[in-house]
Nanobody, 117 residues
Framework: QVRLVESGGGLVQAGGSLRLSCTVSGTTFGSDGLGWYRQAPGNQREMVATINNSGRTNYADSVKGRFIISTNNAKNTLYLQMNSLKSEDTAAYFC???????????WGQGTLVTVSS
């Protein structure tokens, strides 16, 4: 059974940076990558970025050029470096296993990012 634990969220001013982490334990059978998703109050959960086992990345248009997704060499920790944060980045951020860009629905507990303007 796989377990995902996100951390690194917090309160930051607009223009600032945060780095989120997600530790992955257990089997990742059925996935070919990892991804970050976010959900703002009243909104549906949306894809932020994904990275496959070959290192290919995919970003939502809204974060391109500002966010960077990466993993450690063992691929058991997923990161999201978030720069030039905007108020619209305020959301709960979740990591998940993915197949392509489709989340497999394992989800961690999430970490809250609040960007003040």
């Amino acid at each position: 059974q796989v377990r995902l634990v996100e951390s690194g969220g917090g309160l930051v001013q607009a223009g600032g940076s945060l780095r989120l982490s997600c530790t992955v334990s257990g089997t990742t059978f059925g996935s070919d990558g990892l991804g970050w998703y976010r959900q703002a109050p009243g909104n549906q959960r949306e894809m932020v970025a994904t990275i496959n086992n070959s290192g290919r990345t995919n970003y939502a248009d809204s974060v391109k050029g500002r966010f960077i997704i990466s993993t450690n060499n063992a691929k058991n920790t997923l990161y999201l470096q978030m720069n030039s944060l905007k108020s619209e980045d305020t959301a709960a951020y979740f990591c998940d296993l993915v197949y392509g860009t489709t989340p497999l629905g394992v989800w961690g507990q999430g970490t809250l990012v609040t960007v003040s303007s």
